[in-house]
């Protein structure tokens, strides 16, 4: 498995990449998928374009696959009359990942996502059993690793968490943070720490604004002690919004400041808010440079 193959470098040596902001990356290509249901059409219609999208992540040589699962759930595709179809739709986005992986020329490993944007769950008491048994369906469908969400929420988040530890595979959380490194819902770092390594978690991707809130962050994990492997996901700007590509941020400066996080101590790097695979591109150059067994690109 490609994830075993590179497992080891969460604890030292070049820090693991995964991409960028994914509705960006679709958005610039022309195709918006900001909507609840648009995944599920896209994967039915067009997967041709899921898998070029795909391969466009492979080639900007992220480390990290994320397949387009979060909303392939039935809440989010009875949107459009397919709610019956989420074991065949979630099978498809992660078969599509892992052909475009199959045709890199170094391990990428593929994630699931665990967690909606666009839908959450409709009661607190169903919300796990909703969270489960999608991680069943994405574990099914033959991702190596869940990346699990919450939509700002600390409630979901231990949910999508503790159901995508459930299954046994690697779990990471993403948390999403406020200018100035606030926690967006709340509450203190050293908490939301224990109860993630509690949950199950080994990773924990901070999604910040600026670079300086994400130096600030990887501190307090050191100071902290904290086990779970610390990672950024890094905006375009801070104007940027997630789901739209900013325009007038140059990929090439950007990761020279995102370099700064590995000396800062992120074991996982990856686009945030308003990047696409040009930003990925941009920081794999930068990281070949700084870890020159890195291929570089052709």
């Given amino acids: 498995m490609?994830?075993?193959?590179?497992?080891?470098?969460?604890?030292?040596?070049?820090?693991?990449?995964?991409?960028?902001?994914?509705?960006?990356?679709?958005?610039?290509?022309?195709?918006?998928?900001?909507?609840?249901?648009?995944?599920?059409?896209?994967?039915?219609?067009?997967?041709?374009?899921?898998?070029?999208?795909?391969?466009?992540?492979?080639?900007?040589?992220?480390?990290?696959?994320?397949?387009?699962?979060?909303?392939?759930?039935?809440?989010?595709?009875?949107?459009?009359?397919?709610?019956?179809?989420?074991?065949l739709l979630t099978g498809i986005a992660v078969e599509l990942a892992l052909d475009a992986a199959r045709e890199a020329e170094r391990p990428v490993a593929v994630a699931g996502v665990l967690g909606s944007e666009l839908v959450a769950a409709l009661q607190p008491n169903r919300m796990s059993d909703e969270l489960a048994e999608h991680a069943l369906r994405i574990v099914a469908a033959g991702v190596e690793l869940i990346l699990a969400r919450g939509q700002g929420s600390r409630l979901e988040l231990m949910a999508a968490v503790g159901a995508a530890a459930e299954t046994g595979l690697p779990t990471w959380a993403s948390v999403e943070c406020l200018p100035g490194g606030a926690l967006?819902?709340?509450?203190?770092?050293?908490?939301?720490?224990?109860?993630?390594?509690?949950?199950?978690?080994?990773?924990?991707?901070?999604?910040?604004?600026?670079?300086?809130?994400?130096?600030?962050?990887?501190?307090?994990?050191?100071?902290?002690?904290?086990?779970?492997?610390?990672?950024?996901?890094?905006?375009?700007?801070?104007?940027?919004?997630?789901?739209?590509?900013?325009?007038?941020?140059?990929?090439?400066?950007?990761?020279?400041?995102?370099?700064?996080?590995?000396?800062g101590g992120a074991r996982i790097i990856g686009g945030g808010a308003g990047t696409t695979e040009a930003y990925t591109r941009a920081l794999m150059e930068e990281l070949t440079a700084l870890h020159p067994s890195i291929p570089a690109s052709r």
Avoid: K, N
Avoid at 54 to 80: C, N, Q
Avoid at 215 to 240: D, F, N, T, Y
């Fill in 2 to 87: 490609s994830f075993d193959r590179v497992r080891s470098r969460l604890a030292s040596g070049r820090p693991l990449v995964t991409d960028a902001d994914t509705p960006a990356c679709f958005r610039a290509r022309g195709a918006a998928i900001d909507s609840p249901g648009a995944v599920g059409q896209l994967l039915r219609s067009r997967p041709d374009a899921v898998l070029e999208h795909y391969r466009a992540e492979v080639r900007s040589r992220v480390t990290i696959l994320t397949a387009l699962t979060a909303d392939t759930t039935p809440r989010a595709l009875a949107e459009v009359g397919m709610e019956h179809r989420a074991a």
């Fill in 184 to 263: 967006a819902h709340g509450g203190r770092l050293t908490e939301l720490c224990d109860d993630l390594t509690e949950a199950g978690a080994g990773a924990l991707l901070f999604e910040v604004s600026s670079i300086d809130d994400a130096l600030s962050l990887l501190a307090q994990c050191r100071e902290i002690g904290s086990a779970l492997s610390p990672g950024v996901l890094l905006s375009a700007g801070p104007e940027s919004v997630r789901g739209f590509p900013t325009p007038d941020v140059d990929p090439v400066r950007w990761a020279a400041r995102a370099l700064e996080l590995d000396s």
